[in-house]
């Protein structure tokens, strides 16, 4: 399988033209449900920057809504600038880094998001390192081939200055596949799609820009995969740790220059609270 994106929402997309291309599962009302999914694909770079929007029946029939249903999500992404519409040809992206900037900039994020990032971070930093000493030990061929393929999608997005932020899941989502333990597969999604556009916005701007943080976050990565492929274990688990305290540290610095950021906890002082 050289195409890991096939393995994102397995079973879970329903049948049609846009087939695994959505989460047509969001939750909300059902044209929030349309846009969330939508926005999300924009935001993480899934859905790239130029390219074309399915036409309104080919979107009604993946997500089995009505086309005034999916109109409707189109409006919202529409008047967000997510998307443009040129006459007689379709919907297209507009995504690129103004867009989720232009979004960050109108709606400032506040201490409860901030503090959701963290709580996300705190839990990865629990999670994905065991999942990479299980990756190490377990890998088959076909993982190491999708663990691949994500780093290769992640180089490819950043060289042409894309938004980065999906490459960046499929690889940690090809480690938790690695594991063959579902839970980690459904850990790693569950921060990945659950509701809160603003989240992704925000893991964009400070893990991704400026662009020399994607060179870092590149080749953590690249520590992380050698010593899959070498099936060491322990080396795995703390290039994992080392890579998500780093985003942590990202985040915790981007908090502190904030408006918003004074109103945040600092990991130490919510320990001291709890005493
Ligand atoms: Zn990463």
Redesign the pocket.
Known sequence: MADSSDQTGTGRARAGASKGLFETDRPGGLHQRVHRSLSHAIASGKFEKGARLPSEAELAATFGVSRPVVRQALDILRRDGLIESQRGSGNYVRGGEEAPSAAAASAPFSPVQMQHLLDDLEFREVIEPEAAFFAARRRTPADMERMEAAMRRFEDAHAAGAITHHF?YL??ESIALATTNGHFVDAVRSLEYRPGDARLQMRHLIHFLPSHRGVA?LR??GQVLALIRERDADGARSAMWK?IDA?RLRLIDFISASDAGAAVATPVERDASIR
């Open positions: 960046d690889f940690h976050v953590e990565h890579h985003a």
